[in-house]
């Protein structure tokens, strides 16, 4: 059996541990650390995407147009994953992707690592175990009461009895009785 690499399990242990990774900014001298997604993070990177959509026509097909929309795009969410946390985002933010957009000239190609490290940052494997974990607790999803639940279950049954003897090319005649169809539909498959 071959072990993972030491680079996978540094990145690995980095994950679990949620320590920061300094990500380099392509063709600068500048490195960021990015640590674990926050959830106020995820609230802005949802509003993001929510207003760019609003923008975007319904018919669009072209690359071109949507780059057009929303040049900047790439860069607000490099910096949502920079800033990641509330008075952060909120103090920082609207500068931080001005001055990366608009006065450093950064481009899509450049903010691609950062995106890909915050996506890694992401914490999906807790929040799932979680919704898994609290599913049941709703109050708002309909659950049968016991009387419900045996009838559904004994409908159940019985519709699986009938079909299985109405589905059964070899069936006898008292089989045929037994299950409630009568002498005439036994001959019918008989004849068959």
């Known amino acids: 059996m071959k072990q993972p690499d030491k680079k996978a399990r540094k990145e690995y242990m980095e994950i679990v541990t949620d320590a920061p990774t300094e990500v380099a900014i392509p063709g600068t001298r500048r490195t960021v650390k990015i640590r674990g997604v926050k959830p106020y993070t995820l609230e802005r990177l949802t509003a993001l995407w929510l207003e760019r959509e609003m923008k975007m026509p319904s018919d669009s097909s072209e690359t071109l147009k949507d780059m057009s929309i929303e040049p900047y795009f790439s860069v607000k969410e490099a910096a ?109 498959t008989d004849a068959s």
């Open 80 to 188: 949502l994953f920079v800033l990641n946390g509330y008075w952060r985002i909120r103090l920082f933010y609207p500068f931080l992707w001005r001055w990366w957009g608009k006065i450093k000239g950064y481009t899509e190609s450049q903010m691609t690592p950062i995106i890909r490290e915050g996506k890694k940052k992401l914490q999906l494997r807790a929040h799932w175990r979680n919704m898994a974990y609290s599913t049941d607790m709703r109050t708002d999803w309909m659950r049968m009461t016991a009387k419900e639940a045996e009838q559904y279950r004994a409908e159940q049954l019985s519709e699986a009895k009938q079909l299985s003897s109405v589905i059964s090319p070899l069936m006898g005649k008292q089989d045929a009785s037994s299950s409630g169809l009568s002498a005439s539909a036994t001959g019918a």
